[in-house]
């Protein structure tokens, strides 16, 4: 590994770069790496046994990747037993599958961008899928239409001018068009080998075509993603440098989304009524479960929360014993009015307009799951919401937001979350209930 601070550059889940995002990226870059520090506004996953999630100048965080390696030992906690010896094995490599979903949402994001270049609006929004299914799958199937590898300049400005004769001998020349052809005629023969097989492929690639669509729609309730920088060589004399090798103490980059506000009101929300994957121990199940009780009949968990007072100048903050006290609806309630300054001052109130614009997000999340979401569950992951808690502040007009964090144990699940749909519908009931109380 180099020394200094390695960076993995990855496409954002907007569709821009880590660069373009920034123009002035390079001139700061420096000024960045003096400035990484751990996140004061931080509201869930603090623990004494996980490091802290940092931040970077002008907009960044950098949250740490926990990465569990198979010959690692683990701790009495991770056994059960008469199965003693045998690891959690939803730990293992949870930090990477973190990073792969964060990258599959920059590749739909980018592929999103590359249909809407090659095909024109259609105002029927159903439509416009369809096509996007059709055109993302008609670019897998190479069997039955000679490549440009198999044709060269055929499909370039002057391939017209190649005689008919020349591109034949192309193609007899070369064997990957003849296995084409070979398949091409034992599917129109009616070889059910052949055909099942094509099936299977042409149903691969819609789901392929299908779910990257899902994913796209997704990342705008998502923080953007900037890629993975490791800090195990944390130099401040040296500039972030692009690299390909292992990290030692991986940090993904992501966009602060608290950054906007000068006295960010933030909770983080543990979503699902479960916050274990159905893979784990049943040591682990019966803890999560311990943890709150409540988890499987509400959807949700309030983690942490800080909320700005501006007579002292400071926030109150509230934490995870907090929110495992919580056990009634009423009392779930009483802690949203908290967060929402609800509490009997009306110095303190949340505009109706902001609290609005939470609900309007949190309808779209509820109808991706709905509507787009078929085959992925997000255990153990939380939503996280932010706005501006000093009404007197200039950043009081920016808008809320709410984005969906923590994707460590994603996993694929026919039939979609259940679970986090109804935390998010919850959540959602509550907010209803607040909001018909306020004018």
């Not at 055929?154 to 005689?163: I, P, V, W």
């Not at 700005?308 to 609806?329: H, N």
């Not at 078929?374 to 706005?387: D, H, K, Q, R, T």
Request: proline share 4%; net charge neutral; glycine share 6%.
């Amino acid at each position: 590994m180099s020394t200094g601070t390695s960076f993995y550059h990855a496409t954002s889940s907007s569709g821009d770069s880590f660069e373009s995002n920034n123009s002035s990226f390079n001139e700061h870059n420096a000024t960045l790496l003096r400035k990484p520090q751990q996140m004061m506004q931080q509201v869930g996953g603090v623990s004494s046994h996980k490091k802290p999630v940092l931040t970077m100048e002008p907009h960044y965080i950098l949250k740490p990747l926990r990465l569990t390696h198979l010959h690692q030992k683990t701790s009495h906690h991770d056994y059960n037993g008469a199965k003693d010896g045998l690891k959690d094995k939803t730990k293992v490599y949870r930090g990477v599958r973190e990073i792969a979903f964060y990258e599959a949402l920059a590749f739909a994001s980018r592929l999103s961008h590359l249909i809407a270049s090659c095909m024109e609006p259609d105002s029927n929004s159903l439509a416009t899928e369809g096509k996007s299914i059709g055109y993302i799958s008609s670019c897998h199937h190479n069997i039955f239409r000679p490549s440009v590898s198999s044709f060269p300049g055929a499909y370039s400005s002057n391939g017209g001018t190649r005689s008919i004769v020349k591109r034949v001998k192309d193609f007899c020349t070369s064997a990957d068009s003849w296995n084409r052809l070979a398949f091409l005629v034992a599917h129109c023969a009616g070889d059910e080998a052949v055909m099942s097989e094509f099936k299977s492929y042409n149903e691969t690639c819609t789901t392929l075509a299908t779910t990257m669509i899902s994913l796209n729609k997704m990342s705008a309730f998502t923080p953007d993603y900037y890629g993975v920088v490791d800090l195990q060589n944390f130099n401040t004399n040296e500039h972030l440098q692009t690299t390909t090798a292992s990290l030692s103490h991986p940090h993904l980059i992501l966009g602060n989304i608290t950054s906007n506000f000068r006295h960010p009101n933030i909770i983080d929300i543990k979503m699902g009524t479960q916050a274990y994957e159905p893979a784990a121990p049943e040591s682990k199940q019966r803890r999560e479960i311990q943890k709150y009780t409540k988890q499987a009949e509400f959807g949700l968990r309030i983690v942490g929360m800080r909320v700005y007072d501006k007579v002292t100048d400071d926030y109150i903050c509230k934490g995870k014993i907090f929110g495992t006290s919580l056990m009634t609806k009423d009392q779930v309630i009483g802690a949203l009015q908290t967060f929402f300054r609800l509490d009997g001052d009306s110095s303190k109130t949340l505009c109706p307009s902001e609290i609005d614009g939470i609900m309007r997000q949190l309808t779209q999340i509820r109808d991706w799951f709905e509507n787009s979401n078929s085959e992925i569950a997000f255990y153990a992951g939380s939503i996280l919401i932010a706005y501006e808690g000093d009404a007197t502040s200039s950043t009081a007009s920016e808008p809320p937001a709410v984005k969906m964090i923590d994707f460590a144990h994603v996993c694929r699940k026919q039939g979609g979350d259940e679970g986090y749909l109804k935390g998010v519908k919850t959540l959602l009931a509550m907010l209803h209930e607040i909001r018909n109380t306020m004018p």
